[in-house]
């Protein structure tokens, strides 16, 4: 499967984006959906992820309340709809998809999804 990340882009604290993952190639329900992100010089992070017809979503404390996931498997996109903005939010920010759905766990580790896409750029200013 081939995945596109867009949205990205320069806001002030507290405000919001959305970013998109579309897919291609592949069935799309077939695929739990992740989104992680990375800071220069650090490692890469997990944001969120849903399963694949979006009955379960995952997030962790640093971005629980303020971000949501959600995806139209009719249109093959996953978004990530992330509000209350902090300049640490800024980052590289990836799709990825993974066939297995087990726990948080392995949504949370990136060397389970086997497809990534291109990253999109968020940089939050103070």
């Known amino acids: 499967v081939q995945l596109q990340a867009s949205g990205g882009g320069l806001v002030q604290a507290g405000g919001s984006l959305r970013l998109s993952c579309v897919a291609s190639?592949?069935?799309?329900?077939?695929?739990?959906m992740g989104w992680f992100r990375q800071a220069p010089g650090k490692e890469r992070e997990f944001v969120a992820a849903?399963?694949?017809?979006?009955?379960?979503?995952y997030f962790p404390d640093s971005v629980k309340g303020r971000f949501t996931i959600h995806r139209d498997n009719a249109k093959s996109t996953v978004y990530l709809q992330m509000n209350s903005l902090k300049p640490e939010d800024t980052a590289i920010y990836y799709c990825?998809?993974?066939?297995?759905?087990?726990?948080?766990?392995?949504?949370?580790?990136?060397?389970?999804?086997?497809?990534w896409g291109q990253g999109t750029q968020v940089t939050v200013s103070s």
């Open positions: 990825a998809a993974t066939i297995w759905d087990t726990n948080y766990y392995h949504y949370a580790t990136p060397r389970n999804y086997a497809y």
């Open positions: 190639g592949r069935t799309f329900t077939n695929y739990n």
């Open positions: 849903i399963s694949g017809r979006g009955g379960s979503t």
